[in-house]
């Protein structure tokens, strides 16, 4: 199995007003095959299901960053997110020679050359891999905290401002997994 050394990295989760933001990175065989691969919004849950499975399966590595609501709440969005992507680089098995990362900012505080690629999950096999890993593992956890909670929807909204979750949002209050600091959270906290 032949390999390239490069890691891509992407997230999935950062507009949600409940559970965590989740970081993939993978590193692919060179002879990976991509064929139906594209970044995870657009698949659907089957072929998501699909590749997440090939993915696991047929990476070099892969690992998966994870920052829950609270610890976003502390920093922000913007560095949880960062801080998802660095525990996921960090986490791999593999230590990769290069990083691509799906956007325009490379990840802070890592020592290890990085390119920044503007819809990347749409052109780099590895950058969509890891959007794949993150989205589902991050899908997969709200369908588990939708047990906890089953009054909010989170297995069909995934955390989303929709209208079923902020329907349940207004009667029922925040739940732990809730960011405190997304509108219309913090505006139904500070009218209670």
């Known amino acids: 199995m032949y390999w390239s050394g490069i890691a891509g990295v992407?997230?999935?989760?950062?507009?949600?007003l409940a559970g965590p933001v989740v970081a993939a990175a993978v590193i692919l065989p060179d002879n990976f095959p991509i064929s139906g691969l594209k970044d995870s919004k657009q698949l659907s849950l089957k072929e998501r299901n699909f590749f997440y499975a090939l993915i696991k399966c047929k990476a070099i590595a892969f690992a998966v960053g994870m920052v829950d609501s609270e610890e976003i709440d502390r920093l922000n969005i913007y560095w949880a997110?960062?801080?998802?992507?660095?525990?996921?680089?960090r986490g791999l098995s593999v230590a990769p020679e290069r990083i691509v990362v799906d956007g325009n900012r490379i990840v802070p505080e890592i020592d290890i050359p990085q390119e920044a690629i503007v819809k990347g999950d749409t052109t780099h096999p590895s950058i969509m891999s890891a959007s794949v890993i993150a989205k589902v593992t991050r899908d997969r956890w709200m369908d588990k905290i939708h047990q906890r909670f089953p009054e909010?929807?989170?297995?069909?909204?995934?955390?989303?401002?929709?209208?079923?979750?902020?329907?349940?949002?207004?009667q029922h209050g925040p739940t732990p997994i809730h960011r405190k600091s997304f509108a219309p959270v913090r505006v139904l906290l500070e009218v209670e």
Do not use: C, N, V
């Open 81 to 89: 997110t960062y801080k998802a992507m660095a525990i996921a680089i």
């Open 10 to 16: 992407d997230e999935a989760g950062r507009g949600p």
């Open 152 to 170: 909010y929807g989170f297995r069909s909204h995934k955390g989303y401002s929709t209208a079923t979750h902020l329907k349940a949002l207004k």
